[in-house]
């Protein structure tokens, strides 16, 4: 099986200026592509040729899973994005997240927190637990909550790539900024 770069479910202008053009070139077309490029040339001749990225991110480890990893978490995070707007989850989902956090404001604290508090690269989520209870938590590197049997419903990467063009060092300003392109109909869908 040969692993695709998938298209981006807008035009590469739909996120300004949130994250701009030129960040999407790169982030999109350049690391995204590489991993995928890179996983294809990796598994050749060896036991993973036909897995699934699922399978991959449970059953692989090194410069596989990482590559791997990776090409999941870019699909998924250009998946809960979307163009700019006053956004905020509705129904089922924002009742969970009231539950599970007390309320949006802190949900997005949480959230917030947990992007800022990653050291170097890394990767934010929203997840749903064990219990079925939503939960907040961060990622090193190429790491996905699916291996500790947790279900990804947002993510926000946090890697510099992912922000330096727009925000330079300010993690916290691409982070307060992201909530007004998370596509809550989407994460919704997850549940
Ligand atoms: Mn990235």
């Avoid at 590469?12 to 053009?21: D, Q, T, V």
């Avoid at 791997?68 to 129904?91: D, I, K, M």
């Avoid at 969970?96 to 309320?103: A, E, R, V």
């Avoid at 947002?154 to 922000?163: G, I, K, P, Q, S």
Wanted: proline residues 5%; charged residues 20%.
């Amino acid at each position: 099986m040969t692993h695709q770069l998938p298209d981006l479910p807008y035009s590469k202008n739909a996120l300004e200026p949130i994250i701009s053009e030129r960040t999407i070139e790169f982030h999109y077309g350049k690391h995204h592509q590489t991993y995928v490029t890179k996983l294809n040339e990796l598994i050749q001749g060896t036991g993973f040729e036909n897995s699934t990225l699922e399978d991959l991110i449970l059953k692989s480890d090194g410069a596989i899973f990482n590559n791997a990893a990776q090409v999941w978490n870019h699909t998924f995070y250009w998946n809960c994005l979307t163009s700019p707007g006053n956004r905020a989850p509705e129904g089922k989902l924002m009742q969970m997240i009231i539950d599970s956090f007390g309320s949006f404001e802190n949900f997005k604290k949480e959230f917030a927190q947990a992007a800022a508090t990653q050291f170097g690269s890394g990767w934010a989520w929203l997840v749903v637990n064990k219990e079925g209870k939503l939960d907040v938590t961060k990622t090193p590197n190429a790491e996905n909550p699916m291996q500790q049997g947790l279900k990804p419903l947002l993510t926000c990467d946090v890697w510099e790539h992912a922000y330096y063009l727009d925000y330079q060092n300010k993690r916290p300003d691409y982070v307060e900024k992201f909530w007004e392109i998370t596509d809550w109909e989407k994460v919704a869908q997850r549940l």
